[in-house]
């Protein structure tokens, strides 16, 4: 039975603290599928480094995410989760699949142009060669499914083209992944500024609730949530900051943005906003408290990472040792 599970991949780079859209936008779903799949998901501290880290945050963070996926209900016997640097195949396959990656393909995707605005000729390389670090996580474990927030659907698409010209180059290797985009938590939004996604990198921390904020600050941060003058709520693109407050509370009570509409009939915003206030602090308050358990844990972290290094090295591996042979590289 074990063997004919399809796979899923997926990962958080720790680059910030992680937002109510991480874990709305991806840890959620995980929980829901690990049953149904064969999962590995990571801290992709490699993908981190493409920007400034500073190295005692990024040690902090990487153990952080491990305890948020656990303390979300990823059972770490079920599942394999591990640290992307600890498992060298990572990197090896990501030299092998720049030499058949083309400039024209990662320079049209968005987060890089987005990025290279803001930097402009000294936007780091590694930046420009992320979504083939992010193919060979994906393709060395062959994975069928990869469940991500929609602004990495781009990425994904890319990783499979990158995929299909391997084999069509060399010979059937790769797995070729599709996306699993979740409804309403596809792109939770900024608070502040509804057009934008809710992002850990923002400068203001008004626009994103941390999984790790206090209740309090819980409920100002939504309490101040950038709404409209209509004053009625609708599940409407001409009221966004109103969608992504349904969203929200559609993604955590598992009700559809239609049904939360007709309970609002007649109520304002600040009922809205209370109950999305208080749905999120049920849903994040008994996930904080274990987190802060396993912080202290650091063994049982250090149990679980190893072990789930031992079995991702193994899988990576063997795919990878496939890929060097198929290319010409003599087999040490
Ligand atoms: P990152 O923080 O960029 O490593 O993203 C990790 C995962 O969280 C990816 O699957 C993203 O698509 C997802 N994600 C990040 N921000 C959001 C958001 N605001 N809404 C939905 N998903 C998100
Ligand atoms: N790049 C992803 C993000 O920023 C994180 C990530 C790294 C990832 N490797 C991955 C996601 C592999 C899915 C599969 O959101």
Redesign the pocket.
């Known amino acids: 039975m074990e063997d004919t599970k399809k796979i899923i991949?997926?990962?958080?780079?720790p680059s910030g603290d992680l937002t109510l859209g991480n874990y709305l936008g991806?840890i959620k779903n995980w929980v829901k599928l690990q049953d149904q799949y064969d999962c590995y998901f990571?801290v992709?501290d490699l993908?981190a480094i493409t920007v400034r880290q500073d190295p005692k945050d990024l040690r902090r963070r990487t153990l952080e995410i491990l305890s948020i996926y656990i303390s979300s209900g990823i059972d770490p016997e079920k599942n394999t989760l591990f640290i992307?640097s600890h498992v060298p195949a990572h990197s090896e396959a990501s030299w092998l699949l720049t030499c058949s990656s083309y400039m024209g393909e990662l320079g049209r995707m968005t987060?890089f142009k987005d990025k290279s605005q803001k930097y402009g000729e000294s936007i780091g390389a590694g930046l420009f060669n992320?979504?083939i670090?992010?193919s060979s996580?994906?393709l060395l474990y062959n994975?069928d499914l990869?469940?991500?927030?929609i602004?990495?659907k781009q990425?994904?698409e890319l990783?499979r083209d990158i995929g299909e010209r391997f084999n069509n180059l060399y010979s059937p290797t790769f797995t070729i992944p599709d996306a699993y985009i979740p409804t309403s938590a596809a792109k939770i939004m900024d608070l502040q500024d509804p057009t934008k996604k809710m992002s850990k990198s923002e400068d203001n921390p008004n626009g994103y609730i941390l999984i790790m904020d206090p209740v309090e600050v819980i409920r100002k941060k939504i309490s101040r949530t950038v709404t409209d003058s209509i004053g009625i709520v609708n599940y409407s693109d001409d009221q966004p900051g109103v969608k992504n407050l349904i969203n929200i509370l559609s993604s955590i009570k598992g009700i559809s943005p239609k049904d939360i509409v007709k309970n609002y009939e007649g109520l304002g915003y600040s009922e809205l906003k209370k109950d999305v206030a208080e749905a999120i602090i049920t849903e994040l308050s008994p996930i904080q408290t274990k987190i802060n358990e396993l912080l202290s844990n650091k063994t049982y972290l250090e149990d679980i990472y190893k072990k789930g290094a031992e079995k991702a090295n193994y899988v990576a591996n063997k795919t990878l040792r496939k890929m060097q042979k198929k290319i010409g590289l003599i087999p040490r």
Do not use: T
């Open positions: 991949f997926s990962g958080i780079k991806a990571c992709a993908h992307q987060q992320y979504p670090l992010m996580d994906i994975a990869v469940p991500v927030g602004d990495q990425h994904l990783a």
